[in-house]
């Protein structure tokens, strides 16, 4: 029996993956390095490698990296900042069609900072119990913690639970974790095959059915 939802944010409630890529884009474009789709679908998606690899090879510290970073992240806020909304096509009323029918959290790898930015007038929070962000746990997804730490928050098995994911490393969380997923796919996703995936969905109406099927 289906008792607890962990909905990962970045890709499934927002429309946000292709904001980070464009500003990790233009960021290493700064250094000289072309950033495809391809491999920040690679380093970001499907591990949790980013590029700083490539900072590394030209011959940065890792405080200069660490700095890198930082300047990266605070032009990603400032793009947030100046989007009206993010909000997925029909995921608001997924979430309204499940309301008080099934326990609910967010697992993200999402900073609080950035979290905070995407979410602050889309008015989803009302429908979760907790948000898990960066800050919560020490390894960050394909590592199995973090949907460990949303069962607990939960209080649920694993079998009881499911994730919905957009990405190969938060399937691969997931799964770790033991929890079944369902991966609504996105532009940046959208050719991936997901093997391992308990369903594959390309819309919220369709995520809905299968979680509609499972309750």
């Not at 690679?42 to 700083?52: K, Q």
């Amino acid at each position: 029996m289906l008792r607890g939802l962990l909905w990962d944010s970045d890709g499934v409630l927002v429309d946000s993956e292709r904001i980070f890529f464009e500003v990790n884009r233009d960021y290493f474009r700064l250094h000289q390095i072309d950033l495809s789709e391809q491999n920040f679908f690679d380093w970001f998606l499907a591990s949790d490698c980013g590029a700083w690899h490539l900072l590394k090879n030209q011959g940065m510290t890792p405080a200069e990296i660490d700095a890198c970073r930082r300047s990266r992240n605070d032009r990603y806020t400032k793009r947030l900042m100046s989007e009206e909304s993010l909000l997925n096509l029909g995921v608001a009323n997924v979430l309204a069609r499940l309301d008080s029918r099934i326990a609910m959290g967010v697992v993200t790898s999402a900073s609080r900072e950035h979290f905070d930015a995407i979410h602050q007038n889309l008015g989803l929070m009302r429908y979760f119990e907790f948000v898990l962000t960066a800050e919560s746990y020490i390894r960050s997804k394909p590592s199995p913690e973090p949907y460990l730490l949303g069962l607990k928050q939960l209080g649920l098995p694993g079998r009881q639970c499911l994730a919905i994911e957009d990405s190969p490393r938060g399937l691969q969380a997931a799964n770790a974790a033991g929890i079944n997923c369902i991966v609504l796919r996105n532009a940046m996703t959208r050719h991936h095959p997901f093997t391992g995936a308990y369903r594959v969905v390309d819309s919220a109406d369709q995520l809905l059915v299968e979680i509609e099927s499972l309750l």
